[in-house]
């Protein structure tokens, strides 16, 4: 095969299991790096993500940087770790307010134990247990990746916005 007819293919799916928490975080930047138009998180409360770390935060203002019609959607059962523990998160959810939601699981919904970071449709990181780092990598598999799509934009449906921003630097 030609090297145009290879570049022209789709590309392969891939999936790989993940045992550890930085295998976890090195798999959610990959993703991240690889957003394009829309990236969607659930998640208990993003402590395991660490948003606050450099590399995130880049990875997520330069996401939101590089095109006006980019979205950050996230769906969290509890707020509160992200308001008291990332204050640079934070800052990047003020100065990106257009691009960024956040909202909060009902309290019916907040048994659900599972995470996911997806990212157009095609890529994601599943987070099989809160608890434990169990998780696994997906890229380029949309037919893999739509049912958690699906499932997100549930959850977004049912859940309300929680984060009260001060904007004005007072």
Known sequence: MALADKKD??????????????????ACDTILGRAQHEVLIFDRDLAALQPGQKIRLELLAGFLQADALRRIRIVLHDPVHLERNA?????VIARFSHAIEVRQSPDNLRHLADT????????GVRRFHADQPRSAIILDDPAYIHPWRQRFEELWQLSHPCLRLNTTGL
């Open 87 to 91: 204050p640079r998160l934070i800052q």
């Open 116 to 123: 996911h970071l997806l990212a157009d449709d095609s890529h």
């Open 9 to 26: 293919r789709p590309l392969e799916p891939t999936y790989k299991q993940i045992n550890s928490e930085a295998e976890y975080r090195e």
